[in-house]
T-cell receptor, first 113, second 111 residues
Framework: GESVGLHLPTLSVQEGDNSIINCAYS??????FIWYKQESGKGPQFIID?????DKRQGQRVTVLLNKTVKHLSLQIAATQPGDSAVYFC????????????FGKGTLLTVNP | EAGVAQSPRYKIIEKRQSVAFWCNPI?????LYWYQQILGQGPKLLIQ????????DSQLPKDRFSAERLKGVDSTLKIQPAKLEDSAVYLC?????????FGPGTRLLVL
């Protein structure tokens, strides 16, 4: 299971730099993964997803990498902007066709202008 | 397209009182979820509906929490009686295809 705590992992970057946020997932049978962005006072916002039969997927300024061997996901954000500052969560679907998501603990990204 | 709507946005109650949260999913989304998000943690699934039927309520504390989706559209989550540890944000999400879309949440503080 996951460790529980009030202190999120944090990542601080300069505006314009690339950011890499990492996530370890728990269930080797999970077949679908999503990254969400959550700003203060708001609900999680979908960023990008990837199926387990892929190892890389690209969106606008974002790339998700999946390494099933070590059960690891990463989210790369290119040319990070102040508006990217938020908590980022990875989630895995462990519920098959029911799409039951299990969320990781989150990473707080702070972008310095 | 309108997003998932939730109300109220904030609620403060005393322990042992009851409280209810309302969710209106995105139009046409048959699947609806309720999550609890404690400060500093990721959302945790409480219950999942498909139309007006429960798909999964294995993590719902049924001695105090209840939820319904009577007409397969709006849903209500109730806590009775509330405990201090119920202080959290309660998120509603609806799904089309593989993607879940979240509402803004209801922030509950139990004193």
């Amino acid at each position: 299971g996951e460790s529980v705590g009030l202190h999120l992992p944090t990542l601080s970057v300069q505006e314009g730099d690339n950011s890499i946020i990492n996530c370890a997932y728990s269930n080797s049978a999970s077949d679908y993964f999503i990254w969400y962005k959550q700003e203060s006072g708001k609900g999680p916002q979908f960023i990008i997803d990837i199926r387990s039969n892929m190892d890389k997927r690209q969106g606008q300024r974002v790339t998700v990498l999946l390494n099933k061997t070590v059960k690891h996901l990463s989210l790369q954000i290119a040319a990070t902007q102040p508006g990217d500052s938020a908590v980022y969560f990875c989630a895995e679907n462990s519920g098959g066709s029911n799409y039951k998501l299990t969320f990781g603990k989150g990473t707080l990204l702070t972008v310095n202008p | 397209e309108a997003g998932v709507a939730q109300s109220p946005r904030y609620k403060i109650i005393e322990k042992r009182q009851s409280v209810a949260f309302w969710c209106n999913p995105i139009s046409g989304h048959a699947t609806l979820y309720w999550y609890q998000q404690i400060l500093g943690q990721g959302p945790k699934l409480l219950i999942q509906f498909q139309n007006n039927g429960v798909v999964d309520d294995s993590q719902l504390p049924k001695d105090r929490f209840s939820a319904e989706r009577l007409k397969g559209v709006d849903s209500t989550l109730k806590i009775q009686p509330a405990k201090l540890e119920d202080s959290a944000v309660y998120l509603c999400a609806s799904r089309v295809g593989e993607t879940q879309y979240f509402g803004p949440g209801t922030r509950l503080l139990v004193l």
